[in-house]
């Protein structure tokens, strides 16, 4: 009877985890699913893509002269907003110059060093600047600040209930590390999600003691993260390929591995760097111990997941390659996209470009088969 009984549930544990697994796929030891992304289940994706361009630089309007675009959002009009470096500039669907949201300083409604922007409920506008958050509506009046316990390193994402996720840099058992943290909506933490080793920073060993930080280059070590679909996220050291998806309280629900090995930082790779930085400032840098595997994580309103590749310095193409997961974990598609994406919303991705003159372009990037494209 206890041999049937065994028999039994060995069967149903094949039955039910095995079909889950699939293929290559395995449980960890806490039993969490780990998707082995060998091959795209739908080969290479042929992108049909219809480019506009929405903002080009000119000289003729200070409002179109940028410093230094780092990041872009939208919100649900269509209207467009660009960080210029410490500047705000909004524009309509149709590109038209708006206002500028909030100005620098350190009052209400200023920002010091802005490092991204994030559209909330309502269209709402969130400055990420580094220690706080400044808010503001769609009308860009002044709504708030919101101080955080310790400085966000990159993109910030708030939830439903207004919790705040970001990247901070901080002290583990383990030495310093680059921290997820959940905030409330007062900016007060409520717990660390995961951490990974802070490779920019080394402790010093004599007397003095303290901390030395390396400047970040084109090979820094990252913590990535990106919000998803129904109330979760995803999450990765750009050095290794291995994504995390998990809830919002950061229990982990499956791990996409892609298996693959690192590749070591060449001689032609160094010697580009010396070409680029400096022989004397990469002599400073703090180089991990290969080439990082992953750019950004995106995701859009299907669930999916997109993973862009990090280039090697030697790789001067505009394009952009681009592995595509589906919201259960499924690796869908590889695809080589015309421009490396920023942002993906409504079957539409936006790119930050340089053109011929060196001058700033905002490009609309339509594609024209998203709604055929596979998403479980």
């Not at 991204?116 to 269209?123: A, E, P, R």
């Not at 820094?220 to 979760?232: I, M, V």
Request: charged share 30%.
């Amino acid at each position: 009877m206890k041999k049937r009984t065994f028999c039994f549930f060995t069967f149903l544990w094949v039955l039910f985890f095995g079909g889950a697994l699939g293929t290559g796929n395995s449980l960890d030891k806490s039993g969490t699913i780990i998707f082995k992304a060998d091959k795209p289940a739908f080969g290479l994706l042929k992108l049909e893509v219809e480019e506009t361009t929405l903002i080009q630089e000119s000289e003729k309007d200070e409002n179109f002269m940028f410093r230094r675009i780092t990041d872009l959002t939208v919100d649900s009009r269509g209207s467009l907003y660009l960080l210029d470096f410490r500047r705000v500039l909004k524009f309509n669907k149709k590109s038209k110059f708006i206002a500028r949201i909030g100005t620098a300083g350190q009052g209400p409604g200023e920002y010091n060093f802005p490092r991204n922007l994030f559209i909330h409920k309502q269209d709402n506008l969130y400055i990420n600047d580094s220690t706080k958050l400044v808010c503001f509506d769609n009308k860009g009046r002044f709504i708030k600040n919101i101080p955080l316990g310790g400085m966000t390193m990159g993109r910030v994402f708030i939830d439903g209930a207004k919790n705040i996720y970001g990247v901070s840099r901080g002290i583990t058992a383990s030495g310093v590390a680059k921290i997820l943290r959940k905030y409330n909506e007062k900016g007060e933490k409520v717990k660390d999600i995961a951490f990974f080793p802070d490779r920019e920073v080394q402790i010093k060993g004599n007397k003095s003691g303290g901390v030395m930080g390396g400047s970040p280059h084109f090979y820094s070590s990252e913590f990535l993260f990106s919000p998803l679909l129904e109330n979760r996220l995803c999450y990765c050291e750009n050095l290794y390929y291995k994504i995390y998806v998990t809830d919002l309280s950061g229990a982990v629900q499956f791990i996409i591995d892609k298996g693959e090995k690192p590749h070591k930082i060449s001689s032609a790779e160094m010697d580009e760097f010396k070409r680029l930085y400096g022989k004397e400032m990469v002599k400073r840098l703090i180089f991990p111990p290969h080439r990082p595997f992953i750019e950004k994580i995106l995701s859009d309103e299907k669930g999916r997941i997109y993973v862009v590749r990090k280039k090697s310095i030697l790789d001067d193409s505009k394009i952009g390659k681009v592995e595509i997961f589906g919201k259960k974990g499924r690796f869908l598609y590889e695809a080589e996209f015309p421009y490396l994406p920023v942002l993906f919303k409504s079957g539409c991705f936006y790119v930050i470009e340089r053109d011929a003159k060196d001058e700033t372009v905002i490009k609309k990037v339509k594609i024209k088969n998203y709604e055929t494209l596979k998403y479980l």
